[in-house]
Nanobody, 124 residues
Protein backbone atom coordinates (compact mmCIF):
# COMPACT_ATOMS: atom_id res chain seq x y z
CA UNK A 1 0.00 0.00 0.00
CA UNK A 2 1.40 3.35 -1.05
CA UNK A 3 1.39 6.20 1.43
CA UNK A 4 2.66 9.74 1.05
CA UNK A 5 2.74 11.67 4.31
CA UNK A 6 3.36 15.41 4.22
CA UNK A 7 4.59 17.44 7.14
CA UNK A 8 6.11 20.83 7.85
CA UNK A 9 3.18 23.09 7.14
CA UNK A 10 2.17 25.90 9.45
CA UNK A 11 1.68 29.61 9.89
CA UNK A 12 4.44 31.95 8.74
CA UNK A 13 4.73 35.67 8.12
CA UNK A 14 5.18 37.04 4.62
CA UNK A 15 8.81 36.86 3.61
CA UNK A 16 9.43 33.82 5.77
CA UNK A 17 10.34 30.27 4.88
CA UNK A 18 9.02 26.76 5.39
CA UNK A 19 10.24 23.33 4.38
CA UNK A 20 7.67 20.68 3.61
CA UNK A 21 8.51 16.98 3.70
CA UNK A 22 6.83 14.08 1.95
CA UNK A 23 7.75 10.68 3.35
CA UNK A 24 6.88 7.84 1.02
CA UNK A 25 6.18 4.21 1.76
CA UNK A 26 5.11 1.46 -0.57
CA UNK A 27 7.03 3.00 -3.46
CA UNK A 28 10.55 4.20 -4.11
CA UNK A 29 10.76 7.92 -4.87
CA UNK A 30 13.87 7.38 -6.96
CA UNK A 31 11.76 5.50 -9.52
CA UNK A 32 8.97 8.07 -9.71
CA UNK A 33 8.54 11.60 -10.98
CA UNK A 34 7.38 13.38 -7.84
CA UNK A 35 5.51 16.64 -7.55
CA UNK A 36 3.99 19.19 -5.24
CA UNK A 37 0.59 20.73 -5.85
CA UNK A 38 -1.51 23.17 -3.88
CA UNK A 39 -5.12 24.16 -3.48
CA UNK A 40 -6.18 27.53 -2.12
CA UNK A 41 -9.68 28.11 -0.71
CA UNK A 42 -12.23 28.38 -3.49
CA UNK A 43 -9.68 27.51 -6.19
CA UNK A 44 -8.75 24.42 -8.13
CA UNK A 45 -5.70 22.38 -7.27
CA UNK A 46 -2.67 23.63 -9.18
CA UNK A 47 0.77 22.38 -10.01
CA UNK A 48 3.67 23.87 -8.05
CA UNK A 49 6.81 21.89 -8.90
CA UNK A 50 8.07 18.51 -10.07
CA UNK A 51 11.26 16.49 -10.06
CA UNK A 52 12.14 13.81 -12.57
CA UNK A 53 12.55 10.19 -11.60
CA UNK A 54 16.30 10.51 -11.98
CA UNK A 55 16.25 13.50 -9.64
CA UNK A 56 18.24 15.57 -12.11
CA UNK A 57 15.56 17.73 -13.71
CA UNK A 58 13.09 20.01 -11.98
CA UNK A 59 10.17 22.10 -13.19
CA UNK A 60 8.40 25.00 -11.53
CA UNK A 61 5.23 26.98 -11.95
CA UNK A 62 6.01 30.58 -12.87
CA UNK A 63 4.41 31.79 -9.64
CA UNK A 64 7.02 30.04 -7.48
CA UNK A 65 10.09 30.04 -9.72
CA UNK A 66 13.12 31.43 -7.91
CA UNK A 67 11.46 31.10 -4.48
CA UNK A 68 10.67 27.37 -4.12
CA UNK A 69 13.04 24.43 -4.45
CA UNK A 70 12.12 20.76 -4.76
CA UNK A 71 14.62 18.12 -3.71
CA UNK A 72 14.78 14.46 -2.84
CA UNK A 73 16.64 12.23 -0.38
CA UNK A 74 16.68 8.72 -1.78
CA UNK A 75 18.07 7.22 1.42
CA UNK A 76 15.13 8.58 3.38
CA UNK A 77 12.66 7.98 0.54
CA UNK A 78 11.50 11.55 1.08
CA UNK A 79 10.79 14.55 -1.13
CA UNK A 80 11.11 18.11 0.12
CA UNK A 81 9.76 21.50 -0.82
CA UNK A 82 11.74 24.47 0.45
CA UNK A 83 9.66 27.63 0.24
CA UNK A 84 11.37 31.00 0.63
CA UNK A 85 10.07 34.56 0.36
CA UNK A 86 6.57 33.36 1.08
CA UNK A 87 3.63 35.54 0.11
CA UNK A 88 0.02 35.56 1.32
CA UNK A 89 -0.95 34.21 -2.13
CA UNK A 90 1.01 31.04 -1.29
CA UNK A 91 -1.57 30.17 1.36
CA UNK A 92 -3.00 26.77 0.46
CA UNK A 93 -3.10 23.11 1.31
CA UNK A 94 0.02 21.58 -0.21
CA UNK A 95 -0.10 18.06 -1.58
CA UNK A 96 2.70 15.71 -2.45
CA UNK A 97 2.14 13.41 -5.42
CA UNK A 98 3.84 10.41 -6.94
CA UNK A 99 3.09 11.17 -10.56
CA UNK A 100 4.35 8.42 -12.82
CA UNK A 101 7.21 5.91 -12.73
CA UNK A 102 10.28 6.79 -14.77
CA UNK A 103 8.76 10.06 -15.92
CA UNK A 104 10.14 13.53 -16.59
CA UNK A 105 9.76 16.52 -14.29
CA UNK A 106 7.27 18.10 -16.67
CA UNK A 107 5.03 15.04 -16.77
CA UNK A 108 2.85 16.19 -13.88
CA UNK A 109 -0.57 15.24 -15.18
CA UNK A 110 -2.85 12.74 -13.43
CA UNK A 111 -0.67 11.53 -10.53
CA UNK A 112 -0.89 7.92 -9.46
CA UNK A 113 -0.83 8.71 -5.73
CA UNK A 114 -1.58 11.68 -3.48
CA UNK A 115 -0.74 12.60 0.07
CA UNK A 116 -3.32 13.93 2.49
CA UNK A 117 -2.02 17.51 2.34
CA UNK A 118 -0.53 19.97 4.77
CA UNK A 119 -1.79 23.49 5.42
CA UNK A 120 0.45 26.46 4.74
CA UNK A 121 -0.79 29.86 5.85
CA UNK A 122 1.15 33.04 5.10
CA UNK A 123 0.12 36.13 6.99
CA UNK A 124 0.67 39.65 5.69
Amino acid sequence: QVQLVESGGGLVQAGGSLRLSCAASGLTVSTYAMGWFRQAPGKEREFVTGISWRGVSTYYADSVKGRFTISRDNAKNTVYLLMNSLKPDDTAVYYCAAVKPYAAAQAMGDPDYWGQGTQVTVSS
